[in-house]
């Protein structure tokens, strides 16, 4: 295996890390005391609550919902008590409104929650159904509602299904361990997507530093006919969509475009996870895997976690701490969001938690561009963060969208290619908010 693997243009090779989890079992964390469920987990409009303080809740019942179609449902993840509704702070930075149960640790589930029979017996409308009614979203991080994803136009013609098995950020393992630990689900939930999108050809893509994971499913795939592995170069970011996509079939996404132009549409691996325990349990999207790790953390662990579970929790269930802990992170180190507090919940997007020490954190300053280009000869958009990130910074984002601001997957590479450690992707960032702002008022 290696030769012939697949990759992109452009990316890096940072350090991978991953040798703190890549062999350790998943582990179920102990259901806490409290849940925080955010009603904004997911790109697109929030939910709105459907339960009161002080009504009993039981696993698996809705509990905010919405009437966008970019949007998607919330479940509890424990039975108790409704203690709170109101506004805590999520992963994302924001305070967002949240539902808070008091768990009563009987985790009795909810009447609404039964197994939907065999995918063969299932049409297409009805698995799309079961994936929007239990809250499925992408998992990778991104958190697009996966019905959404799945409805293309129907003058989008799609053709290929890839799931994302890649998992290139740095540290992270859960998806590594699914591929290990659950090849049977990965798969069911990947043909139920064929049903739905009415494609006759899936690909996992995987990158070869995941050698036993390419064994496990290919050894999955001995009687499939129509799902195949596609062996990738390990190389960041070579999980973004566009990227994979390259690697996978050399076909270019336009700029401003999305998969579907050029007919293909990508899962993550979670997320397929998620879609078979839905059709085969019944079960809504109410728990995780999350990758625990890093040098600030005494035992880094795969966990699968409830939804709503505080980043605290597990912290303490992978022994706590180590004296020298200086930075919290929702995600991996490239593409990650560092928090000011570890009572933030676990959410659908939450694929790991990272913490880091003194040694690991610090960065180093900040000085003047010198102009030296390996911004643009890295990254895998072929931008020129530079220019995006000079006019950003002057506050002219006219210009800084003349220059594909908005084709910028904020992975991360220019920054940590960049001798003079700029601030590229975080001014980058800004200036999508800014170009997307200015969009929604005109």
Not at 106 to 117: D, F
Not at 239 to 256: M, N, Q, W
Not at 319 to 327: C, M, N, P, R
Not at 358 to 384: F, M, W, Y
Request: charged share 25%.
């Amino acid at each position: 295996m290696g030769k012939n693997a697949l990759t992109f243009k452009g990316g890096i090779h940072p350090p991978h890390h991953k040798h703190y989890t890549e062999t350790k079992a998943i582990e179920i964390a102990p259901i806490p005391d409290e849940v925080v469920i955010p009603l904004s987990q997911h790109i697109g409009a929030p939910c709105d609550p459907v339960v009161k303080v002080g009504e009993e809740v039981k696993v698996g019942q809705r509990i905010g919902e919405s009437k966008g179609f970019v949007s998607a449902p919330v479940h509890a993840s424990v039975s108790g008590i409704v203690k709170k509704i109101e506004r805590r702070p999520s992963p994302g930075g924001a305070r967002v409104l949240s539902i808070i149960i008091q768990s009563d640790k009987k985790q009795t589930i909810h009447e609404s929650v039964k197994p939907h029979g065999k995918l063969d017996d299932l049409g297409p409308d009805k698995i799309k159904e079961i994936i929007q009614q239990s809250g499925i979203t992408g998992m990778g991080g991104a958190g697009f509602p996966t019905h959404v994803k799945l409805s293309p136009p129907e003058d989008k013609k799609i053709n290929l299904l890839i799931i994302n098995g890649a998992e290139c950020e740095p540290f992270l393992t859960s998806d590594h361990r699914a591929m290990l630990e659950m090849p049977d689900k990965i798969i069911e939930g990947t043909k139920a997507v064929m049903k739905v999108l009415g494609v006759e050809k899936a690909v996992i893509g995987i990158e070869n530093n995941k050698l036993d994971a390419i064994r496990t499913i290919k050894v999955m795939l001995k009687e499939e006919d129509s799902i195949s592995v596609a062996e990738l170069k390990t190389k960041y970011p070579q999980g973004g969509e566009k990227s994979l996509i390259y690697a996978v079939t050399k076909r270019e996404v336009p700029s401003g475009g999305l998969p579907m132009d050029v007919g293909v549409v990508v899962q993550n691996i979670g997320t397929v996870v998620a879609i078979a325990n839905a059709i085969q349990k019944g079960m809504p999207l109410v728990e995780r895997v999350v990758t625990v790790t890093g040098s600030g953390i005494k035992e880094p662990k795969n966990v699968l976690a409830k939804i709503g579970t505080p980043f605290k929790n597990l912290v303490d269930f992978c022994g706590g701490y180590t004296e020298d802990v200086a930075k919290v992170i929702n995600g991996g180190p490239m593409m990650g969001i560092a928090q000011y507090t570890d009572n933030v919940p676990v959410i659908k997007g939450t694929s790991g938690i990272l913490i880091l020490n003194h040694k690991d954190a610090d960065r180093e300053e900040t000085s003047n561009c010198i102009r030296c280009a390996k911004c643009v000869d890295h990254c895998p958009c072929g931008l020129q963060p530079l220019m995006i990130s000079k006019n950003s910074l002057m506050g002219r984002f006219d210009e800084a969208d003349y220059y594909h601001a908005m084709d910028c997957i904020e992975c991360g590479t220019c920054s940590f290619v960049c001798p003079s450690r700029r601030p590229l992707v975080d001014s980058i960032r800004m200036a999508k908010k800014e170009i997307v702002s200015k969009k929604k008022k005109s």
